[in-house]
T-cell receptor, first 114, second 112 residues
Framework: GNSVTQMEGPVTLSEEAFLTINCTYTATGYPSLFWYVQYPGEGLQLLLKATKADDKGSNKGFEATYRKETTSFHLEKGSVQVSDSAVYFCALSAPDFGNEKLTFGTGTRLTIIP | SAVISQKPSRDICQRGTSLTIQCQVDSQVTMMFWYRQQPGQSLTLIATANQGSEATYESGFVIDKFPISRPNLTFSTLTVSNMSPEDSSIYLC?????????FGQGTRLTVV
């Protein structure tokens, strides 16, 4: 079945540091890939997505590139801020053959210190 | 896009009782989903709720424990029945439009 393996946390960085959160996946066919963010006390929000190989999703300074050859979708940001402190989830959506479920990784808690 | 309102936002319940969680979407959607997020863990899909048909449950979840209603294209409810402390969790409603899924704020349930 489909699965998402995500870098374990927690991750603590200083403000303005470079961020990478690794995500690899296993899926049949060509899934869509997502990063969701969950700020303290809130629900999940879509951060960015990519729907086909070599697509780059970007939002709020975050980027991730859909790498089919390495089955990866690593999240990066060049300079993190305190406001980026949250839990980040990598997820995939199976191809549209009647299966539209999202499969989530375990989540990575990110804390940015001033 | 879709805005999802979920209520209650939190509740503390006695074991053996039931709680019904409501989920309202601001637009018509075909597919709605219910997830559980146990403390410090990722999201686990409970079931998929399609309008006009019975919900489809994932392995480990059964209708008697988690009955779901989907009376129209903008509303769904999840009931957590005969609760035990192990049901303490965050329950999240989700709706899908196109390739994007939107989530409610979640219901934080504590069973004592």
């Amino acid at each position: 079945g489909n699965s998402v393996t995500q870098m374990e946390g927690p991750v603590t960085l200083s403000e303005e540091a470079f961020l990478t959160i690794n995500c690899t996946y296993t899926a049949t066919g060509y899934p869509s890939l997502f990063w969701y963010v969950q700020y303290p006390g809130e629900g999940l929000q879509l951060l960015l997505k990519a729907t086909k190989a070599d697509d780059k999703g970007s939002n709020k300074g975050f980027e991730a590139t859909y790498r089919k050859e390495t089955t990866s979708f690593h999240l990066e940001k060049g300079s993190v801020q305190v406001s980026d402190s949250a839990v980040y989830f990598c997820a995939l959506s199976a191809p549209d053959f009647g299966n539209e479920k999202l499969t989530f990784g375990t989540g990575t808690r990110l804390t940015i210190i001033p | 896009s879709a805005v999802i309102s979920q209520k209650p936002s939190r509740d503390i319940c006695q074991r053996g009782t039931s709680l019904t969680i409501q989920c309202q979407v601001d637009s018509q959607v075909t597919m709605m989903f219910w997830y559980r997020q146990q403390p410090g863990q990722s999201l686990t899909l409970i079931a998929t709720a399609n309008q006009g048909s019975e919900a489809t449950y994932e392995s480990g979840f059964v209708i008697d424990k988690f009955p779901i209603s989907r009376p129209n294209l903008t509303f769904s409810t999840l009931t957590v029945s005969n609760m035990s402390p192990e049901d303490s969790s965050i329950y999240l409603c989700s709706a899908k439009t196109g390739t994007e899924a939107f989530f409610g704020q979640g219901t934080r349930l504590t069973v004592v």
